[in-house]
């Protein structure tokens, strides 16, 4: 009888286990490959492989192109990831969309990114990030640019960051503390060189209690989007800080 018991405990651990196999796996995969240009290479649990057309990406993967390289990975319904020439980019955290797994937050730790995100993904509780060295953008849904470099372009500063909104609206912020924020919207652009906005003028404000608990000061990297993203504090949704100020046009 006791060995009956055992068996059928075990066969309930395997079932257990093989229903969630499928949702792990799911979110650790987060995209695939669909276009690719000169090389790349994924660094994965310490390994490092040749990027190629239909390779998935994952959770965690470190992705590197080189100098006349270029990559796009396609996400969930449409969404995608455009990395440039001599472009380095993590995928640092995901989420289920539809039950399939997508990024949720990526670094940019050197040069071109384009990110489109549409579809199930803009639809996410939680706000898709791009965060550099020295800045973070989030959005809920659009179109935009961002690069970074380490070339000094001011005395002693070598961190850059640039973000172009193609479409929608990203709330860029840096990486002071308080962080300091913008709306940056639909054909404009702004800078952050170091730990302060180059462009966008004069009138950039604070975030207010509720922004300031949405980024979660302090986290890896110096800036994360906390679960008060998905309540609205991103992408057109209210806050109680400062207006937003308006950015440089393109």
Known sequence: MTSLRIATFLGLMLLCIAALAPAASAQNTVGTITQLQGTANI??????????????????????????????????DNSSLQLGPSTTLTIDNSVLVNGVGAPSQVGLLGGHLHSIIVGAMRGSSTAFQVNTPNAIGA???????????????SKGCFQNTKVDVEDGTVLV???????????????HHTEVRCGAFWLGGPGIGG????????LGVGAAGGIGIGAAAGAGAFGGGSSSGSPPSSSSSK
């Open 173 to 187: 912020c840096n990486t002071a503390s308080p962080p300091q924020c913008q709306q940056v919207q639909s054909g």
């Open 139 to 153: 959005v809920r849904g659009t179109e935009w640019d961002t690069d970074y470099d380490e070339q000094e372009k």
């Open 207 to 214: 975030l207010g209690a509720f922004g300031a608990a949405a």
């Open 43 to 76: 660094q994965r649990n310490g390994a490092t492989v040749a990027a190629v057309p239909n390779l998935p990406i994952m959770l965690h993967d470190k992705i590197v192109t080189d100098a006349s390289g270029s990559m796009t990975i396609g996400l969930v």
